[in-house]
């Protein structure tokens, strides 16, 4: 079966066993909902031109990530209702949402369509552009005195094409004219029937920032949503980028990145827009903000803390709104399952001129994610893997105070000057760094009253198990998994976490926290040093894929794994 003159790539049958034995659904809130029958009726009207709005820019979405998504995703749903095989690819192309995309368990993607395949640089780049003529072209226009231009190109906001043997970086706003256009009407409608004043004007700034080529209005717009602390209704347009790989590779070129460094040009790969809409819930919050009234003191436990200055402050204040939400819709980059679904994000990243610039942060926690549980599956993986005196430990609700702690994490150490130098490494050392302040601030958190002593016993043996027992070997284009292997090795090697004869796992309590405060400490050196070539080294010593974490993978293989996420909308 062809589309597009594309062949797909997974049989019929190989498909129906994807869907019906290896996906989760991820089932979102519909109308129903207590909290949507709890808003107000003009709050109703806005909640629907939102939920508008982030079905519309996961097209964007899709032409960000490959020039075929658009075309090859048509063509499957015209053809869809006569063939099954095709309404099952229309299925899985979902899952990805695009032709291709990492599980989590393979090393490489999994392709929908033979001969397609993604780029390092996604669509934002000329996908025959080879980083060999990507640093060379940069160079020759940087020689010739274009340095507006590679600024440009090299900024977040650009999708860059070939102009003769140059490149050209045209700004979001004007590639995606029409699209933001036809957005920014379904935000202004919201903002004009939401009764909720802090929502309307941060709808308003949102808006304009669609529609103008100038990025301090993103900065506006970033500043006016991460004060929405008391709003009952949660949009956000994410902009993260976890996906182009090819920017980052201008520091690994060292005559270029000389002339950069010489023209003072920041380099931050392209950012990747995603969309989520949902509801405000206020007992979830009201936990999340105990953690928040906290983070100064954790602040002053930081490593280093005297040769950086904490991004999340503005004097005494705290500048970092916190809910936890009940998710309605997740589009475009939030909707591309590959290899997982986010369960929280602290936003704006340190590369956004609004935090440059002063403005504060906020964090957002996805309950129907996090809520998505195998219970049985991880009762096996206990019974096969954990000592049975610790199996009192695991609770599913403990990593969600994990998460919590990691998402502070990245509010606290070096900010974006430190980070982005670390070049094609600083995904993986500042996701690792966060997982490693949330593990070694955790034994505080207990001191502060915020949890448990005996709960933070069940943070460490939880996440181990959640975090550290991977299913597959990733990829660097993981940072996450990544992230863990690093910590779980570190924690081997000192002595935090070990296996007996059967290979089951024990965990030294008391060791543990120190353990972490050892590694945060390493970890928080190598930000320091702006090194690319200390961060490698770092990421190769403990990134290592040895025989304890072959054979976890190789049992829960055996255990049956289910990669693929469907998300369910109901709006």
């Known amino acids: 079966m062809k589309i597009n003159g594309y062949e797909i790539a997974l049989s019929e ?204 209005m993103d900065m506006l717009a970033d500043k006016h949503w991460a004060v929405l602390q008391d709003c009952p209704i949660e949009f956000t347009i994410g902009r993260e980028n976890y996906a182009d790989e090819l920017t980052g590779t201008v520091f690994d070129n060292p005559t270029l990145s000389s002339l950069l460094n010489q023209h003072k040009i920041e380099v931050n790969a392209k950012d990747t827009l995603g969309v989520r809409v949902g509801i405000v819930n206020k007992q979830g919050t009201d936990l999340i903000l105990r953690f928040k009234d906290n983070l100064p003191k954790l602040a002053e436990l930081m490593p280093y803390k005297d040769q950086y200055t904490q991004s999340f402050r503005s004097g005494e204040d705290v500048k970092q709104t916190m809910v936890d939400v009940d998710l309605a819709a997740l589009t475009g980059d939030y909707a591309a399952a590959r290899g997982g679904l986010t369960i929280a994000q602290n936003l704006p990243n340190n590369d956004k001129t609004a935090v440059k610039t002063g403005g504060g942060r906020r964090n957002v926690y996805h309950r129907q994610v996090r809520q998505t ?106 940072p996450h998994r990544v992230g863990d292997l690093m910590q779980f090795n570190y924690a081997l090697q000192h002595g935090a976490i070990s296996f007996d004869d059967n290979g089951k796992l024990a965990i030294d309590f008391e060791r543990f926290a120190g353990v972490m405060s050892q590694l945060l400490e390493e970890t928080i050196a190598i930000q320091l040093s702006k090194s690319p070539e200390k961060a490698k080294s770092f990421v190769d010593q403990y990134a290592v894929w040895g025989e304890h974490s072959q054979r976890i993978a190789k049992l829960q293989a055996q255990l049956g794994i289910k990669p693929y996420k469907r998300i369910k909308m109901h709006f």
């Open 13 to 216: 049958d190989d498909l129906t066993h994807k869907i019906e034995h290896e996906t989760i659904d991820i089932n979102l809130i519909d109308k129903d909902f207590a909290g949507y029958k709890a808003l107000s009726d003009g709050n109703k009207k806005a909640f629907h031109h939102l939920i508008n709005a982030a079905k519309m820019f996961n097209d964007v979405f899709l032409e960000q990530d490959h020039k075929m998504n658009l075309a090859q995703k048509e063509a499957l749903e015209e053809k869809a209702p006569s063939s099954p095989h095709v309404a099952k690819a229309l299925e899985f192309f979902n899952f990805y949402n695009g032709v291709e995309g990492l599980n989590g368990i393979d090393k490489n993607p999994i392709e929908l369509f033979k001969g397609l395949k993604g780029f390092a640089g996604r669509n934002f780049y000329p996908e025959d552009l080879s980083v060999e003529e990507f640093h060379n072209i940069l160079i020759q226009m940087l020689e010739a005195g274009n340095i507006d231009e590679v600024k440009k190109i090299l900024s977040v906001r650009t999708m860059v094409r070939r102009q003769g043997n140059s490149l050209k970086a045209i700004d979001y706003t004007e590639y995606f004219a029409k699209e933001f256009s036809d957005i920014a009407n379904q935000i202004e409608l919201a903002a004009h029937y939401t009764d909720d004043e802090a929502l309307k004007d941060y709808l308003g700034w949102q808006a304009q920032a669609l529609l103008q080529n100038n990025d301090d």
């Open 373 to 478: 549980t195998d219970d049985e599956r991880t009762k096996k993986i206990l019974d096969l893997l954990v000592q049975t005196q610790f199996h009192k430990y695991y609770d599913a609700e403990a990593e969600h105070l994990f998460v919590i702690g990691h998402e502070n994490g990245h509010s606290l150490g070096p900010d974006s000057s430190f980070q982005s130098a670390l070049g094609s490494f600083k995904h993986i050392i500042e996701e690792h760094k966060a997982d490693v302040i949330s593990l070694a601030m955790m034994p505080h958190c207990a001191d502060m009253g915020i949890i448990h002593r005996e709960t933070l016993k069940k943070v460490y043996l939880t996440h181990v198990v959640s975090g550290f027992f991977l299913k597959a070997e990733p990829s660097l284009s993981l």
